[in-house]
């Protein structure tokens, strides 16, 4: 089974957030998810991104790859943790 790292949209019409999982890649993008890593809501006024980095390194670690989004939001997430040490 490969799994992904990717975004599975949530919210109303038009006022949309995503949760960040892991999932079978093969899944529906509303399908079961494997775990919820965290959640992005891109409407809020500074982005909110909330993620488990922990988590999200060891499916990395594990060999899942993350979609291109993902993957720039796990760089912005990791970019402000570093900073705020």
């Given at each position: 089974m490969a799994v992904r790292l990717r975004l599975q949209r949530k919210g109303k019409p038009k006022r949309p957030y995503y949760r960040v999982v892991a999932i079978d890649q093969r899944a529906k993008r509303d399908g079961e998810?494997?775990?919820?890593?965290?959640q992005y809501d891109p409407i809020?006024?500074?982005?909110?991104?909330?993620?488990?980095?922990?988590?999200?390194?060891?499916?990395?670690n594990?060999?899942?790859?993350?979609?291109?989004?993902v993957a720039e939001l796990i760089k912005k997430a990791q970019k402000t943790t570093v900073e705020s040490k």
């Open positions: 998810p494997i775990e919820i890593l965290g809020a006024v500074d982005n909110k991104l909330n993620v488990k980095i922990d988590r999200v390194n060891y499916w990395l594990v060999g899942a790859k993350a979609s291109n989004t």
